[in-house]
């Protein structure tokens, strides 16, 4: 068996042309244009490569983004004080974090200072607690909107669009990270998955992700999750990015895993491209609800 | 083989004596009384019942329980007003809000209009956040502190208390509730263990349950798990409480349990007991936090 690719730069491709559309849509509805606030301090070469890549991701959408620059030696009351100064700007809808801040910062204070309605990253502890506390399927009764970060959103977005069913199926996750294993245990587990969450103190580990018909593999070592891991036909989420020799891989051995999984991930192109669409969208749904 | 019996009243008891001697050193070195107001919209018979016996259950321990009833036909703004004094009172350290609120109250945004650090019974979604966020063992390095929902808590405790480790375990948890299921699935997940979430939808219960060392149970099902669903040796955690014809039952089927498990809680008297000995702590620790 060969497994069928869960393609991500396709998949991203077809949301990209949905989300133009809406986006088009609300603006002319509203004269809003959708605006997201990428926060750094300091020049962190990964962010602010990433920044630049939100700010093109964004234009290509209609929407936009601004870019807030602290230096390194931003104090931790510097960076609030921005952070409320955005929370407060009625132009800006979404706000992102980006990690790592200059040494010394409380992350968690920095954080806890957003507005959880402009949380489009997911990140404050308001929309982690939704999630956790969210009933089954759908908005639950009881608890208010909130944000799910864009990794594991985007899995469950490119499952949901092959039409996999996660109704009493037994879900692997391994990771257990604040960011992605645990909100995508959570998603799944609304979704009414039967689901295992795994780490490095887990016993036969093997033995554990052979049972699952959904595996969610997002720990950062490369190819850890062998083809002999894998149920045949099962579903295989590969989150990891891992540079070896210059060559981007994920947490799976594709090659192998292929042969026996049902549907895969491949890396890249797999769950990655997915990340950046489902900012987006958490974008557009932050200013729909700012617009009321 | 009959289990070792997790005696919850016994383990109630020696907690107990601990926190008597806790509080009164806090009230010789600060002059305060840490006390919780129990809020609740009219008279449900459990809700009365439950609000005295937390007085009572205050009361022998040094520590002050308040009594705010409102009538059945209070206003959503009316509560959320009493919550806010109550929020800004410095004499009151927690607060608790008693379900069911009468219908058409929104009861997140009562319980969102809680203060965090005076939510002793862990039903704020900031506390369930912070859980959801934390890292694993101790309190987290870039995330607040924070009050856990005392039923799971206490689970917890009994099972440390008798020397059972967590790391590596396999934990399976039935039922997804946000105030037992989810929180107890974060705990052991923080404490290493590998942990496992089934319910309803989930295939094969009996045979998920097998692989379990650690099998917690609240589902609200009177008898539900059989013996032949428990590993030889493994501990079980029954949150059950049905009634059956007068009688009080877990979820476990106790009598068939009791022959495999090497460890089982029994009901009443196993996790019950905990349940008030962890908000007596609660208490205090919110007391400590305001105390500076």
Chains 1, 2 share one sequence.
């Not at 909130?146 to 391994?174: C, D, Q, W, Y």
């Not at 990015?241 to 991930?265: F, L, P, R, S, W």
Request: charged share 20%.
């Amino acid at each position: 068996m060969t497994a069928q690719i869960l393609d991500g730069r396709d998949n991203a491709k077809t949301m990209r042309a949905e989300i133009n559309e809406a986006v088009a849509a609300f603006k002319e509805n509203t004269g809003i244009t959708p605006t997201i606030a990428v926060v750094r301090a300091g020049e962190d070469p990964g962010s602010v490569w990433y920044a630049n890549a939100i700010k093109k991701t964004m234009a290509g959408r209609g929407m936009d983004a601004q870019l807030h620059v602290l230096p390194e030696t931003a104090s931790e009351e510097e960076i609030v004080t921005l952070v409320a100064a955005l929370n407060a700007d009625p132009g800006i809808h979404g706000i992102m974090i980006q990690e790592p801040l200059p040494k010394g910062i409380d992350e968690a204070a920095v954080k806890g200072a957003l507005s959880p309605s402009k949380d489009v990253d997911g990140v404050h502890e308001v929309n982690a607690g939704r999630l956790a506390l969210a009933a089954p399927v759908g908005r639950p009764p009881g608890v208010g909107a909130f944000f799910v970060p864009a990794t594991p959103a985007g899995g469950m977005e490119l499952m949901r669009r092959h039409g996999i069913e996660f109704s009493g199926k037994n879900a692997v996750i391994i990771g257990r990270s604040p960011i992605v294993g645990k909100p995508m245990a959570l998603l799944l587990m609304r979704e009414n998955a039967t689901v295992s969450v795994c780490h490095s103190r887990t016993r036969d580990l093997p033995g554990v992700c052979r049972e699952a018909d959904i595996l969610c593999v997002a720990v950062g070592r490369a190819e850890m999750v062998k083809g002999d891991w894998i149920k045949p036909g099962a579903v295989v989420i590969d989150f990891g990015v891992n540079d070896v020799e210059g060559k981007m891989v994920g947490d799976v051995a594709y090659d192998e895993a292929a042969q026996v999984a049902g549907m895969i991930t491949p890396v890249p192109g797999g769950t990655g491209p997915m990340t950046n669409i489902m900012l987006c969208l958490n974008l557009l749904e932050a200013a729909r609800q700012q617009a009321g």
